[in-house]
Every structure is written in C-alpha cells, then in structure tokens.
C-alpha cells in the first residue's frame, strides 16, 4: 500500500514534476509534455505520476499558474515601488519586460497554449485572472490622477496588447536586424500611451524604467 504523504511532501514532488514538466517545454516544446517523458526525466514510473496529477492536462495548467504566479508577484513588486500613479506605471512596464526577457519560457507557457476548460483547472483560472488584473490595475491610477482619460479597462489592454505584441516577434526572431527589443518595447509604450494622454499630461513620457 502506498506511503501516506505529508501536505509538504505532496507539493514538494509536485513542484518538481512541474520543474520537469517546465523543462520538457523548454527543450522540446508542448509536444514534448508528456507522462512518460516526465517520468523518465525524474526517474520515476509513468502510473506513480498519477498519485499527483490526473493527467497531462492537469500538470500543464499547475506549471502555467505558477509561471502566472511568478508573473504577476513581479508586477506586484513593481507597483508596489512606485511613489506616484506615474512612476507605478513606469516600474510595471519594466517589470513586464523584464520577465518576459529573463523568463521567455514561462511567458511562452503562459501565453502560447490554447485555453484549458477552466472549470476542471480553477488555480489556472485564478492565476490568469490575477495576471491580467496586475497588467492592468495601474492605469485606474493614471486615470484618477488625470495622466490619461478613457475607459481603463481598455486602456490598459490596449497597452497590454501592444507590449505583448513586441515580445512575441522577439521571441520568435522576427524583429529586423539590428533592432533592439527593449528600445521598441519603449518607444511602442510611449506611442500607445500617448493616444489616451490628457492635454495637461503631454509633457510626460514613457522611460525605461521608474527611475528614469
């Protein structure tokens, strides 16, 4: 009869099949998810797996919340050290670039895979949530404060999806010769973010960083 495990013990090989399971995406893409290859990346059988997982499906919605997770704590930082609705707006652009550049994969997970049914994976479903909260909350601030006006739900996807759109023709090696993402991922902010700008705010700008 199998050891009963510890609530720590239980999470503890969970983070590591997902490790292995992060990895395998890594090196080989989704395509490379699969019981077998993670059991065999751990050293463990394929039917040991399922005391911790129901299935494939289920480890690849536990490996993208946590990529979500890791995601929004970031963004969370970043607001956190800004002093002004301007400067939290400045420190999140960062910090979403700066994920996305240090951790391509887990952007790439977290992005790239077609939804799951979010009724068989709610953590997933909670995790995306929060992320796309913390892409965006930082413009109710900017709209409060008179920096821009408009609707800050699409405002603030409108700066999402345009961030967004820069990173993924980095990552997939479409950008022209020569450019430098981290220089048009600015100069997009500044463009998309200059369209719902108030007249009185037209002196700011959009820099690298919330220091700048």
Known sequence: ?????????????????????????AAKGEG?????????????????LYRY??????????VRADAFDRF??????????GGDAFARARAVGRAYLDFALKNPNAYRLMFDLSPPDEARHPELRR?????????????????AAGIVQGDPAVIGNALWA????????????????????????????????RGARTAPARRNTFPKSATA
Request: aromatic share 6%; net charge neutral; charged share 25%.
């Open 1 to 25: 009869m199998p050891k009963e495990l510890s609530s720590q013990d239980l999470e503890a090989t969970r983070a590591r099949i997902g490790a292995a399971a992060a990895a395998l995406y």
């Open 32 to 48: 490379a998810i699969t019981i077998r290859d993670i059991a065999s990346k751990l050293g463990r059988s394929p039917m040991g």
């Open 53 to 62: 997982f129901a299935d494939r499906d289920e480890i690849l919605a536990y």
């Open 72 to 81: 929004s704590d970031q963004l969370e930082a970043a607001f956190a050290s």
């Open 127 to 143: 995790a995306g949530r929060r992320a796309g909260e913390t892409v965006t909350r930082h413009v109710k601030d900017l709209v």
């Open 162 to 193: 345009a961030s967004h759109g820069v990173i993924v023709l980095h990552l997939a090696g479409r950008l022209p010769a020569g450019m430098n993402v981290e220089d048009l991922y600015f100069e997009t902010m500044r463009l998309t973010f």
